[in-house]
């Protein structure tokens, strides 16, 4: 049977005064060892090409990343967001609408999960430091092989069906987290101090989202690739 290609966005750097779009290797290396093609994305000027994009591909992975504007959910900018690029911003927002419309499955990491929030009609915590009384710790880049905090998966979902138990670690790199839902989601995992860790689709579409990075972890702890699997798995009965 034929491998599904996975579409996976990049982020935007300037490299010896150079544009780049640039994506971190695990996500490559995940989708491969869950038995899909990558296919990367570049960041663009705006999205007029999503749909020629979405057309090429079986499954959609947002990628992590710097912030989103907060335009996007009519919010000015608190102080602590710093880093924000626009034509990530457009590249990714037209892909998600076009995949979205079209029925293809999407997979949220990090700031991905943020953005199928945003694009649906939910809104951010910007800064969950400054904004939320008593957080816990969310941010970890020392190992993120290895996990930094737990979380709590909801039955039946999606997360439930993978990982097979309540509680798990994954690791942390975030400031901001989602705050109101948007529309046809619903919560399948958050932590401690109950910022929404994973999200899901209410419909017919397959769409999901993770807080966490299951990328970094997954070489090392098989679990975290079985989520990649899972959702390669759903692509390739969709194509």
């Known amino acids: 049977m034929k491998k599904p290609i996975i579409g996976l966005t990049s982020t935007q750097d300037v490299m010896v005064g150079k544009r780049i779009s640039r994506i971190n290797q695990p996500y490559v290396d995940s989708i491969v060892a869950a038995g899909g093609v990558p296919l990367i994305i570049p960041v663009l000027e705006n999205g007029d090409?999503?749909?020629?994009?979405?057309?090429?591909?079986?499954?959609?992975?947002?990628?992590?990343?710097?912030?989103?504007?907060?335009?996007?959910?009519?919010?000015e900018p608190v102080k602590q967001v710093k880093m924000i690029d626009h034509n990530r911003d457009r590249t990714e927002w037209g892909l998600f609408h076009s995949a979205y419309k079209k029925g293809l499955p999407i997979f949220g990491i990090c700031?991905?999960?943020?953005?199928?929030?945003?694009?649906?009609?939910?809104?951010?915590?910007?800064?969950?430091?400054?904004?939320?009384?008593?957080?816990?710790?969310?941010?970890?880049?020392?190992?993120?092989?290895?996990?930094?905090?737990?979380?709590?998966i909801e039955e039946n979902s999606i997360m439930m069906e993978v990982f097979k138990n309540k509680i798990i670690t994954v690791n942390s790199v975030h400031h901001q987290a989602i705050r109101?839902?948007?529309?046809?989601?619903?919560?399948?995992?958050?932590?401690?101090?109950?910022?929404?860790?994973?999200?899901?689709?209410?419909?017919?579409?397959?769409?999901?989202?993770?807080?966490?990075?299951?990328?970094?972890?997954?070489?090392?702890h098989g679990i975290f690739l079985d989520l990649f699997k899972y959702f390669v798995e759903i692509c390739k009965n969709q194509g």
């Open 49 to 75: 090409l999503s749909d020629s994009y979405i057309d090429s591909i079986d499954g959609l992975v947002l990628t992590g990343g710097d912030d989103m504007s907060s335009h996007y959910f009519n919010e």
């Open 111 to 152: 700031r991905g999960h943020q953005v199928i929030n945003i694009a649906l009609g939910g809104n951010l915590f910007q800064d969950i430091y400054s904004q939320i009384p008593d957080v816990l710790g969310h941010t970890s880049d020392y190992n993120i092989e290895d996990g930094y905090h737990s979380i709590y």
């Open 180 to 220: 109101e839902l948007g529309e046809n989601l619903k919560v399948s995992a958050y932590s401690k101090d109950k910022i929404i860790e994973a999200i899901e689709s209410t419909n017919e579409k397959f769409v999901l989202g993770v807080q966490f990075h299951p990328e970094g972890m997954a070489m090392k």
